[in-house]
């Protein structure tokens, strides 16, 4: 398994200020995710970020409004620009770690952005 | 393509009742499947998976089998508690190193 930790858990943000969301895995991993969570909603694929190339985004996300990197093995951050009301949601990291019955992806606990 | 499809929800039952929550999916080759809980003001958590055909997860009294017959995988729960109340999300990896596809999830709301 693999202990996942976000930070910042919560936060209310100015409209128009940027957020960087920071994530920490306890083990070294290849393949991480960002996904985004609206209000009532299942979760949305954000991007992937493989450790030494760019991160690779899905349709209708785009990297200047969501940056990501991924230094080492262990660490990715998002960041959320210039934010607006829509953008209000809950920002998951997660990491896919290996094992003897297969691969697992296991999440952090999120960051709860609320866009005023 | 590759999807996930769950029951509508939400469902309510009364503590003790049998839960069933019904998964299907679309998926090329042999897809891993798992269900994921996510309990109020939380992430989510895993809570069983399995990774080949007639496999069965199970993990706090709960199970799904993996049925590549009917391309199921229900979760059940003998008798549910108010402490099951959650939502809960089939999903599936297609290859490794892919990212999980979601279901829309289903919210299971258990009263004493």
């Known amino acids: 398994s693999a202990v996942i930790s976000q930070k910042p858990s919560r936060d209310i943000c100015q409209r128009g200020t940027s957020l960087t969301i920071q994530c920490q895995v306890d083990?070294?991993?290849?393949?991480m995710f960002w996904y985004r969570q609206q209000p009532g909603q299942s979760l949305t694929l954000i991007a992937t970020?493989?450790?030494?190339?760019?991160?690779?985004?899905e349709s209708g996300f785009v990297i200047d409004k969501f940056p990501i990197s991924r230094p080492n093995l262990t660490f990715s951050t998002l960041t959320v620009s210039n934010m607006s009301p829509e953008d209000s949601s809950i920002y998951l990291c997660?990491?896919?770690?290996?094992?003897?019955?297969?691969?697992?992806?296991?999440f952090g606990e999120g960051s709860w952005l609320t866009v005023v | 393509g590759n999807s996930v499809t769950q029951m509508e929800g939400p469902v309510t039952l009364s503590e003790e009742a049998f839960l069933t929550i019904n998964c299907t999916y679309t998926a090329t080759g042999y897809p891993s499947l798992f269900w994921y809980v996510q309990y109020p003001g939380e992430g989510l958590q895993l809570l069983l998976k399995a990774t080949k055909a007639d496999d069965k997860g199970s993990n706090k009294g709960f199970e799904a089998t993996y049925r590549k017959e009917t391309t199921s995988f229900h979760l059940e729960k003998g008798s549910v508690q108010v402490s099951d109340s959650a939502v809960y999300f089939c999903a599936l990896i297609y290859q490794a190193g892919t990212a999980l596809i979601f279901g829309k999830g289903t919210t299971l709301s258990v009263s004493s």
């Open positions: 083990s070294q991993v290849t393949m």
């Open positions: 997660s990491a896919e770690v290996g094992g003897v019955l297969g691969n697992t992806i296991y």
């Open positions: 970020a493989n450790q030494g190339s760019e991160a690779t985004y």
